[in-house]
């Protein structure tokens, strides 16, 4: 949006997409690696990711790709670290924050993934995902009342007629049942 503004007020914006000559390598291999994602072994894909952030290390969506690769083969520890590594002032990093969540869940500390989602969720309040993903761990940790309450959360943002909600619906009132409170899981 600020890009937006910027070009509609006739200002003329500097082109950064690809600075130099290692940038343009480091798209070329990203977009061999986005090309050939499902059409060969995942470590072929994760080669031509990884060379792309070789040449150009602040490459978000490279290092996304890589972390997605490295979940795919079960790395859970250097896909989180590829997460961790987009910076807070990068627009993926809310993204990037819920991969970090579930490789934290993926290698068993649930605890850190659900205080990944909550600091998350306070940061950036509207954003959807997180409170789902926050709800969905509270629920595997036991924390029915606060599932319950992130679940309601979540589903006051969502918009009406959004096919997401009957799972977010399911989840609350399979939370109810699990209390013993009927009304409330046939609500």
Request: glycine share 6%; aromatic share 10%.
């Amino acid at each position: 949006d600020a890009l937006r503004s910027r070009l509609v007020a006739g200002e003329i914006v500097p082109w950064t997409f690809v600075r130099n000559a290692r940038d343009g390598l480091a798209e070329t291999y990203f977009t061999v690696a986005g090309a050939i994602v499902d059409e060969t072994e995942d470590s072929n894909v994760l080669f031509h990711g990884r060379i792309a952030l070789a040449l150009r290390p602040d490459f978000t969506e490279a290092r996304l790709l890589v972390a997605q690769i490295l979940d795919r083969l079960e790395q859970y520890d250097l896909s989180r670290a590829a997460f961790a590594a987009i910076p807070p002032d990068d627009p993926a990093f809310a993204v990037a924050e819920l991969g970090r969540a579930e490789e934290l869940r993926k290698l068993g500390d649930l605890s850190a993934g659900t205080e990944v989602l909550a600091r998350l969720t306070r940061d950036q309040p509207d954003f959807v995902a997180a409170r789902i993903r926050l709800a969905d761990f509270l629920r595997l940790g036991d924390r029915t009342e606060d599932a319950i309450a992130a679940y309601d959360d979540a589903i006051e943002l969502t918009p009406e007629g959004d096919p997401a909600l009957w799972r977010l619906y399911y989840a609350r009132g399979t939370l109810a049942f699990r209390q013993d409170d009927w009304p409330g899981a046939e609500a």
